[in-house]
């Protein structure tokens, strides 16, 4: 199994993108906004794939990967942002019930993801995706992205500091190999 399937960042990421193309899909009129958008989702997916992957060759660019998933994220936060204000929608507050029932309901979802994935269910797996579905109304719905984008930043960025961290305490590919070629030169 891919280690990235055991992040609950990926799993976010994944319900993020998904449902982003569909709301975009759905609301986002501008060819180039929804590029964007679409875009900015997706790349908050792949670079956390990529940087999970990159890891056993350099922490440092797993990192910064993380760090661009994070970026992506937050991109997209943005543009949802802009969507609610722009249409004179309300910006649901982080204390709402609303949010606080998305929130509590996301992070079950993604925590039976990953449990899933970890037993390598993957028909399970597609099918509790498929049960995330994105609200009919458009406030609802760009709250909804909001509260998934706002959760898995947040992870990332704990995330990036819990490899600042390994880092710092295990040095990266660079000084694990100088370490190597010293003991075989008997230094």
Request: with cysteine; aromatic share 8%; net charge neutral.
């Amino acid at each position: 199994m891919q280690p990235y399937k055991k992040l609950y960042t990926y799993w976010f990421s994944v319900i993020i993108y998904d449902r982003e193309v569909e709301f975009a899909e759905k609301w986002i009129k501008s060819w180039k906004l929804k590029e964007q958008m679409d875009g900015a989702a997706r790349s908050g997916k792949q670079n956390i794939v990529e940087g999970s992957d990159d890891m056993d060759v350099s922490l440092k660019v797993a990192i910064n990967l993380t760090g661009i998933a994070k970026g992506s994220l937050e991109e997209l936060t943005g543009d949802l942002e802009d969507f609610l204000r722009q249409r004179k929608l309300s910006k649901w507050d982080k204390n709402d019930s609303r949010v606080l029932a998305l929130r509590a309901r996301s992070a079950t979802l993604v925590r039976n993801l990953s449990n899933l994935s970890v037993l390598n269910k993957e028909y399970e797996t597609e099918e509790l995706l498929k049960t995330i579905e994105l609200p009919e109304q458009s406030e609802e719905a760009a709250n909804f992205l909001l509260t998934l984008c706002h959760q898995a930043t947040l992870l990332l960025h704990r995330q990036v500091e819990a490899l600042k961290l390994k880092h710092q305490k295990e040095g990266g590919l660079s000084e694990e190999l100088h370490r190597k070629r010293r003991e075989y030169r008997g230094y």
